[in-house]
Nanobody, 127 residues
Framework: QVRLVESGGGLVQPGGSLRLSCATS????????IGWFRQAPGQEREGIGC????????GYADSVKGRFTISTDYVENTVYLQMNNLKSADTAVYYC????????????????????WGQGTQVTVSS
């Protein structure tokens, strides 16, 4: 079955970096788009960015543009979210999501557009 497992979260100081992983199984990663989202306590889940099939398209939210980078490893069936220059406002649970009819990245998609997501990984930015 379709499965996405996020990992790599943790506690980091402001200005630091983390790389999150989204390990996928049960579908062909190269055929579908993957979106990254995050949810802070008491807030709606918001989009960070996405990557299209075969890395065909890429997009980021303004809040992370220039700091976050999405990439894929099709051998490992894993999508990465490299996060640099982290800020306290980046504190949230981070999710990767997919929809098995979506090939294109549209960073304006809402989280509920996607059909599958993982359990999330907590990122805390604090000194």
């Amino acid at each position: 079955q379709v499965r996405l497992v996020e990992s790599g979260g943790g506690l980091v100081q402001p200005g630091g970096s983390l790389r999150l992983s989204c390990a996928t199984s049960g579908f062909s990663l190269e055929d579908y788009a993957i979106g990254w989202f995050r949810q802070a306590p008491g807030q709606e889940r918001e989009g960070i960015g996405c990557i299209g099939n075969f890395d065909s398209s890429l997009g980021y939210a303004d809040s992370v543009k220039g700091r976050f980078t999405i990439s894929t490893d099709y051998v490992e069936n894993t999508v990465y979210l490299q996060m640099n220059n982290l800020k306290s406002a980046d504190t949230a649970v981070y999710y990767c999501e997919t929809r098995l009819s979506e090939t294109m990245c549209d960073p304006n998609r809402d989280w509920f557009w996607y059909d599958y997501w993982g359990q999330g990984t907590q990122v805390t930015v604090s000194s």
